[in-house]
C-alpha cells in the first residue's frame, strides 16, 4: 500500500466537520426545492435544523474541549481546534441566512396560499388576537415561570436546547434595572398556537405569544425590551475503559449531561446589543460562541406544521413496502422463512422491502418454532414499541435461550435502551450492556435451529438498526443466510460480545476494532495488482461517511495505479477527487432523498469476478478502532447482482444527487437533457413490479 508520507499533505484532505456542514447544505438545498411538495420543504428545513443542533451538542463540543485543555489537535487536513470553530460559525451564519430566505421567502408566502398561516402577533386580526391573549391566559400563562437574575439570586440552570426569553426589567418606583428568564414551555404545549380563521389554520410561535402578554407576567413593574434566545450544551460523553458497572456508568454521564457546558448561543436577530451582552456575559461565553440568527429559533420546531393532519396535497405520495418476492406465501399462509434461506440467501432493502414481513416475520417464526434453541440480536437503536424486543421477551418466557446485546451507549438513545435492558432482564433475557471503550454498533441476528440430529445456525446481517420506524425512512440492507461459515463468524463474534474472549480469525467476515481496515486495505491492493496485471478492475463504494486516513491513501494510491474508484458518500467525505496525479480517476458522489441514505456497500472489481460486502461500517476511524463493526461478504449471484443494481443506480443519479470536485465544492447534477435518474423512484418502481409479477412460493 502507499508509502509513508506519499499523500501527506493537508490539501490532500478535506476538514472533516466542515465537510459534515457541506452535506447539511446538501440537505437544505432539497429545502430550497420549489418542485417539492411544500410540507416535505418545511420537513428538510426541520431536519437541516436538527442536524445542526446536534452537530453543536457533540462535533463542536468536542473542539472546545480539545481548546480548554489546551490540546492543539490537528486532523490531515492542519486546521487547528481554534481554526475549524471559526470556520464553523462561519458557515452557520452563511447557511443560516440561507434557511430564512428558504422559510421566510419561499415556503411560508406558498404555504398561506395553501391555508397554513405562520403570524406574529401584530399581523392577528382584532378577533384572531383577542383569541390568542385568552388562550394565553388560560393555556400558557399558568405553565410560565419566570426567573429573575440578579438582586441576590443565583442564574438559572438553562436546559439544553430550550427556547427562552430574555426580558429587561424596571421597577418604577426604586428605578432598579433586573434581569430575567422566561423558558417556552414547547414540551407541554407545543411550538406554535393553533388558531383558526376560518378555513385557514393559523400558527403563532409560542415565544411571539408570551412576549406579547409579558406585562401580565410581570404586573407592576416596566418591561423595558425582551428578545429571545437558545442555548445549546456539550452531550457527548465518555465512559471510563475501568468503569465496573458500564450500566451505571452510562446512568451517571446520562446526569452530567444535562448540565454539560454551553457550547452555543442563539440569539434571535433584533435583540438589543445590551441586552445581548448582559446575557453573554452571564453565561460566561467568548463571542465566537454567540450566533445572532433570523427570527424563528429551534427550527427542528417546523416539525410540528409538518405533522398537521390533512393536507395530503402538500406532501410526498405515501410509500408502501412490499414484501420481497421470495418470502411471499399463498393467500392464507406465510412462507417458511428457515426453508426459504436454506434454500437460497435473502437480500432485503428497506424501505423498499417491508421490514415487518421480513426482519420481523423471521424473528416471530424463531419466537413460535419449538425446534429453535437460541435467539441472539444486538440493538443499538430501536422504537419506543419495537415488536422486535417485545417478540424476545416472548421467546424467554417460551424457555428459549435469548440473548440480547444492548448498547447503552448509542448517542440520544441511551435513556430508551437502558428501559428495555431492565424490561428484558425482568423476564430472563440475557443481557449484555457492551463493551466498555467500544460501542457495538453491528446489526446482526442469530437463531440457533435444532434440525434432525444436527443444529443450524440462520443470521440476519443489516446495515441498519432493527428500528421499524427508521425501516421506512432509511435506505437499509439486509442479508439473510445460513451459509455454515458466516453464521459461525456471527455466532462467535456474540460469544466474543457476551463471554471474556478475543476473537479468532473470523472466516468471512471483516469485524471492527480487529480485521476491518486490514481487510479493507488488502482488497484495495489486490485491486490494484490486478490493474497492474492487465485485468480489468473498479473499486465502487457506497458509504455514510469517508473519514480514515489509511483508506483515503489506498484510495489515492489505486487512483495513482489507475483503477477507476466511484464513491457514493452520502455525508462527510475528507478525500478530494480530480487531483492531477493523486485523485484524477476517483469520483465522489452524494445522494439526498426522500429517504435517508443509510446503506453500506463495498464492491471490488477484479477481472471477471466482484466481490462485494455489506454491513454497519463506514470509513472512519471510530468505525474502524472504537466500534465493534461488522461487514460479510454477499455471495449468491442473485443477491450479489441485487447489491450491485442498488449501488449503479445511486452512482446514476443525477436528479438528487450532487458531485464532489477538487475545490471542495459539491455541484447539483441534473439530466441536461438528458435521461432523468432518481434512484429511490427507480427502487420504489422496480419493488412495485416485481410485486405485481411475483409468483406465491411453496410454504414449508
Known sequence: MSKTGQYGDPSLFFNRELSWLDFNQR???????????????VKFCAIYSSNLDEFFMVRVAGLWDQVDAG????????????????????????????????????????????????SSMEELDPVLREEADRRFEQQIFPALTPLVIGLGRPIPYISNLSLSLA?????????????????????????????????????????????????????????????????????????????????????????RRKFGEVVRLEIAEGMDPALAEQLVDMLKLQQNEVLELGPLLGMADLWDIVRLPGHSSLRDEPWSPVTPPRLVGDEDETIDMFSAIRQQDILVNHPYDSFSSSVERFIAQAVNDPDVLAIKQTVYRTSDDSPLVASLIKASERGKQVVC???????????????????????????????????????????????????????HIGTGNYHPTTARLYTDLGLFTADPEISADVAEMFN?????????????VLASPDTMREGILERIGRTIEAHRDGKDARIALKLNALVDRACIEALYEASSAGVPVELNVRGICCLRPGVPGVSENIRVVSVVGRFLEHSRIYSFTRGD??????????????????????????????????????????????????????????????????????VQMELREQHLA????????AVG
Open 27 to 41: 440537505v437544505l438545498e432539497v429545502a430550497e426545492q420549489v418542485d417539492l411538495p411544500l410540507l416535505e420543504r
Open 71 to 118: 490540546i492543539d489537535a490537528r486532523g490531515p487536513d492542519g486546521l487547528s481546534p481554534t481554526e475549524q470553530i471559526e470556520a464553523i460559525r462561519d458557515r452557520t451564519l452563511e447557511l443560516d441566512r440561507r434557511l430564512n430566505a428558504c422559510l421566510f421567502d419561499s415556503i411560508l408566502p406558498a404555504l398561506a396560499g395553501e391555508g397554513i398561516r405562520i
Open 609 to 678: 469476478e466482484t466481490e462485494v460486502l455489506i454491513g454497519s461500517a463506514d470509513l472512519m476511524p471510530r468505525n474502524l478502532d472504537s466500534r465493534v463493526e461488522l461487514v460479510a461478504p454477499v455471495e449468491d449471484e442473485v443477491a450479489k447482482a441485487q447489491a450491485l443494481d442498488v449501488l449503479e443506480r445511486c452512482l446514476a443519479d443525477n436528479t438528487n444527487s450532487w458531485v464532489l470536485d477538487a475545490s471542495g465544492t459539491w455541484s447539483r447534477l441534473s439530466p441536461e437533457g438528458g435521461e432523468p435518474r432518481n
Open 167 to 255: 426580558v429587561a426589567l424596571r421597577d418604577p418606583e426604586t428605578s432598579t434595572d433586573v434581569f430575567a428568564r422566561i423558558k417556552v414551555p414547547t414540551e407541554l404545549i407545543g411550538r406554535f398556537l393553533q388558531l383558526e380563521d376560518g378555513d385557514d389554520t393559523v400558527l403563532v410561535p409560542l415565544e411571539q405569544v408570551i412576549a406579547a402578554n409579558l406585562q401580565m407576567v410581570f404586573p407592576g413593574v416596566d418591561v423595558v425590551d425582551h428578545g429571545f434566545f437558545r442555548v445549546t450544551r456539550d452531550a457527548d460523553f465518555t465512559v471510563s475503559d475501568e468503569a465496573d458497572d458500564l450500566l451505571e456508568a452510562v446512568q451517571e454521564e446520562l446526569r
Open 690 to 697: 416485481l410485486a405485481a409479477t411475483t409468483t406465491p412460493q
Open 405 to 459: 446485546m444492548l448498547e447503552l451507549k448509542a448517542r440520544f438513545d441511551e435513556e430508551a435502551n437502558i428501559e428495555w435492558g431492565k424490561r428484558l432482564e425482568e423476564v430472563g433475557v440475557h443481557v449484555v450492556y457492551g463493551i466498555p471503550g467500544l460501542k457495538t454498533h453491528i446489526k446482526a441476528l442469530l437463531v440457533v435451529r435444532r434440525e434432525g440430529d444436527r443444529v443450524r445456525n440462520y443470521v
Open 496 to 508: 466474543v460480545l457476551t463471554g471474556y474472549a478475543r476473537p479468532g480469525q473470523y472466516r468471512k
